[in-house]
């Protein structure tokens, strides 16, 4: 049985994972705290699921995405933004790489013209 992921996350899903994990480990919650404040914000997600966003080995859908900016009080706009704070990158590293310390992708800028297009 493979540890790989079926479907590995792109760059905005690492981008949430990423600060998902930050965000909860700043404040000091559990995956139990963090569970019963998403049922709260009106669409629970149980701890293993939180686990499993965590550890990158599964994918946030839209309304957890709602949920999960509500309980940290952000937009998921912010919750899919690379993380500024990153020593490395700052959140942005040059387009087509990664960032080996936060594992942020450098995205194309909004509105470039792709090259497959």
Not at 17 to 46: F, K, M
Not at 81 to 96: F, K, L, N, R, Y
Request: hydrophobic share 35%; glycine share 10%; with cysteine.
């Amino acid at each position: 049985m493979s540890t790989e992921p079926r479907h590995p996350l792109g760059p905005a899903g690492r981008n949430v994972r990423n600060n998902v994990r930050r965000l909860r480990e700043d404040r000091r919650w559990s995956y139990g705290e963090v569970a019963d404040r998403t049922a709260r914000a009106g669409h629970p997600i149980p701890v293993l699921e939180l686990s499993g966003i965590d550890a990158g080995t599964r994918r946030v859908d839209v309304d957890e995405l709602v949920a999960l900016a509500r309980v940290f009080g952000l937009s998921p706009e912010q919750l899919l933004e690379p993380p500024a704070e990153c020593e490395h990158c700052h959140g942005a590293p040059p387009p087509g790489f990664i960032c080996m310390e936060c594992e942020t992708t450098g995205l194309p800028a909004r509105g470039a013209a792709r090259s497959d297009a």
